[in-house]
């Protein structure tokens, strides 16, 4: 290291002053002790220039040139200005863009890492997957609409028609039953899909049996499908929660068979029907 010239500031990566060094932090120091050193700061940066005088302070701060600019205001040698930290208003900030790269092909990689974002291949994501779509209308469209098929001799559509418009409270002849939800992935979207089924049940009129009984885990996070059975068979919490979820719902039925529990908006009249 070159020698120093008094009252030089380096720059030093350490957490504490060498020898002959001191931080520039804006420290009081005598006069009688570092007389060379006054002679050359006085009292430019603080104290009383009699017995004391002040180093620097540069804690949150980055030094400056004195003088002035072309077109630049001017600036004091010891003068201080600025902020540590500035909020931007939208004004002040460049318009710019952020452009999302995705692939227009079919997406057949399990993680994320250096890949694009991709179609899924044979679902929608974050979606109810077509096959238990079919399931819940099943469950809550008996032949295609009715609750009765003989009522309508088969699937007649004219008889179906009638029966609907004569005030058949489709698709809600299912309220107050009570319902349970599990849903499992490897990936994503279980927390979606989980959602999606209880706000549609929900709105069906069936009665939640409580938080245990809707439940949304991933199996296998990220992991192949090869092993997805073993993964499933290692997490005995999850089997418990399953349960759980039985247990909760058994309860729930018994209450309501009970006349212990029912909808707090039964026997209200809706205005629409859907």
């Known amino acids: 290291m070159a020698d120093p010239f008094v009252a030089e500031i380096r720059i030093f990566p350490f957490s504490f002053a060498p020898k002959g060094w001191a931080f520039c932090n804006g420290q009081i120091l005598p006069i009688s002790q570092n007389t060379a050193l006054f002679s050359l700061l006085g009292t430019t940066y603080g104290g009383d220039g009699k017995s004391t005088f002040a180093l620097p302070n540069l804690q949150g701060s980055a030094p400056m040139h004195p003088g002035q600019g072309p077109g630049l205001s001017l ?95 489709y698709p809600k002849h299912l309220a107050g039953r009570a319902y349970g939800v599990v849903v499992h992935g490897d990936a994503s979207g279980v927390e979606h899909l989980r959602q999606t089924l209880c706000e549609w049940l929900g709105w069906l009129g069936f009665i939640a049996a409580g938080h245990a009984s809707q439940l949304d885990r991933y199996i296998g996070y990220f992991k192949p499908y090869a092993t997805s059975h073993e993964d499933l068979d290692k997490d005995e919490a999850m089997f418990e929660e399953v349960r759980n979820v039985a247990r909760a719902l058994v309860r729930t039925v018994s209450l309501i068979r009970e006349g212990r529990m029912s909808l707090p908006d039964k026997g209200l009249s809706f205005p629409r029907q859907k």
Not at 132 to 158: F, H, I, Q, W, Y
């Open 75 to 169: 600036h004091d040698l010891g003068e201080t200005g600025g902020t540590e930290t500035v909020t931007l208003l939208e004004s002040e900030i460049p318009a710019h863009a952020h452009a999302a790269n995705a692939s227009q092909g079919d997406g057949i990689e399990r993680t994320p890492k250096d890949q694009l974002l991709s179609t899924g291949i044979g679902i929608s994501q974050y979606q109810a997957p077509g096959g238990l779509k079919l399931m819940m209308d099943r469950l809550v469209c008996a032949d295609g609409g009715n609750p009765d098929p003989t009522s309508t001799s088969g699937k007649k559509p004219e008889k179906a028609k009638a029966i609907e418009l004569a005030g058949w409270d």
